[in-house]
């Protein structure tokens, strides 16, 4: 994953490298969703698209940044304070 990647550069980044990727240093191999919910609750931010992940970091408190296409993030979002949006519209620039 480049993003992940790029930010490795710059902080310390968790990834989980898929098996066509190398592993980055420092890689964290997650079995469930139990262990994911646990690395996430422990991160201090999270940045991610409109996923299933991106609730779950949520709903375990860790402030996020949602990334939205085009779905709708009024009725797609996960809810909470420390939630933030940055949609992106058909034309590719940034909406909100």
Known sequence: CWMARGLARTMLVY??????????PNAVYIEDLYQLACW??????????????THLAAAVGTPVLALFGATDPGIWAPRGAHVR???WGAAGGMMS
């Open 15 to 24: 990834w989980c490298a898929g098996r066509e990727d190398p592993p980055l």
């Open 40 to 53: 996430l609750a422990k991160a201090r931010l999270y940045v991610g698209n409109d996923s299933g992940v």
């Open 85 to 87: 949006i940055a949609r």
